[in-house]
């Protein structure tokens, strides 16, 4: 299906202005404002406590914020929280289900909160539980448990849906395999809001992400443009035959969209801009130098993540929410 843009003029299907949330003297949310397209992957990345659950849940309207408008398809969801629930699809981090309840008899009775529920068989063959439809949710493992949470969060045909650390504790097939099903879920037109802190994850899912730390966004955009960085400095490193010249580092210096090389001896560091790399090299071959290897400090999503997260000494706070 066609994808949209946030800023291409067709309205958002998740709309958030200046979300604010406490718990007591704890501010979970302190700022947070983003939109979502029809159709897009939209990321919520962050550290541990950051305050992605409680942003979702807010927008979702199990939770009541301080202030801030949260729309979902048009609808206020703090103000109307019942409006929304048969269009949104809510995969929750941990779930609350029964442990003698099996696949099958989850997927019917979530099935049943629904008026247009999809068919339970079909749910059960599209997340691969074919095999433990008759299961009971004890009795599952970690991959099922979670396939079938997926299953509870699309059996209501919903307009948006909302995944809680998707792939958490799966093994590396396992996790594959959920990202393929849930492109093939967008692919049907659902829109989804996807919260997780693995960067692959987002690098190979997002259209577009947020990044949240402390509260607030500290870094918006596709994960392309955040690992291109546009404007930042890109780094190569260079081993060459033998020690270079000043001549030859004085033409470095000096080729377009260098910024510094440093280094002695064999091994130079070369920094610049966006074209630092070929604008290096030409200086070198101009100059007879072939190097010897070249690295460039290619980075990953993971690397501008860690590098806009603040780095307190502040222990994670797993597990203090009751
Ligand atoms: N019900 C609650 N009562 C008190 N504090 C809470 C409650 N829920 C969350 N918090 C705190 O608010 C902050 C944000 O929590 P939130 O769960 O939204 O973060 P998160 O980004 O989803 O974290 P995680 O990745 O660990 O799930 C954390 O410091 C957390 O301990």
């Known amino acids: 299906m066609a994808r949209h843009h946030a800023d291409d003029g067709v309205p958002p299907v998740v709309e958030v202005r200046h979300l604010r949330k406490s718990y007591g003297e704890k501010v979970a949310v302190q700022d947070v404002s983003f939109a979502v397209a029809p159709g897009e992957i939209f990321g919520i990345l962050g550290p541990n406590g950051a305050g992605k659950t409680t942003t979702v849940e807010a927008i979702a309207g199990l939770r009541h914020a301080d202030s801030g408008d949260v729309r979902v398809l048009g609808i206020d969801t703090q103000a109307e929280p019942d409006r929304i629930r048969t269009a949104l699809g ?25 008026p247009d529920p999809m ?38 045909r919903p307009q948006v849906a909302i995944l809680d650390e998707l792939t958490t504790g799966l093994d590396p097939a396992a996790r594959r395999a959920t990202w393929d099903l849930i492109e093939t879920v967008r692919d049907s037109g659902v829109t989804i809001l996807l919260v997780t802190h693995f960067m692959d994850e987002a690098e190979r899912l997002c259209d577009r992400l947020v990044v949240i730390d402390g ?108």
């Not at 981090?93 to 019917?108: G, H, K, N």
């Not at 079909?122 to 099922?144: F, P, V």
């Not at 260079?238 to 001896?265: F, K, N």
């Open 119 to 156: 068919p339970t068989e079909q749910l059960i063959d599209m997340l691969d539980l074919r095999d433990r439809a008759g299961a009971r949710y004890a009795a599952l493992s970690g991959g099922q448990k979670q396939r079938l949470s997926i299953a509870l969060a699309l059996v209501g």
């Open 215 to 322: 509260g607030r966004i500290v870094a918006e955009g596709s994960p392309a443009e955040l690992v291109s960085g546009d404007g930042e400095l890109r780094t190569i490193h260079v081993r060459l035959a033998e020690a270079p010249s000043a001549a030859v580092l004085e033409a470095l210096r000096a080729a377009p969209d260098v910024a510094t090389v440093t280094g002695d001896g064999l091994d130079l560091e070369i920094r610049g801009g966006r074209r630092v790399l070929p604008s290096a090299v030409a200086a070198l071959d101009a100059a007879g130098i072939v190097p010897e290897s070249l690295r460039t400090g290619a980075r990953s999503l993971e690397d501008v993540f860690v590098g806009l997260i603040s780095h307190d000494d502040t222990p994670a706070q797993e597990g203090a929410h009751p």
């Open 90 to 114: 809510m995969q929750l981090q941990e779930s609350a289900l029964p442990e003698r309840i099996t696949v099958r008899e989850a997927i019917d009775l979530y099935g049943s909160f629904y």
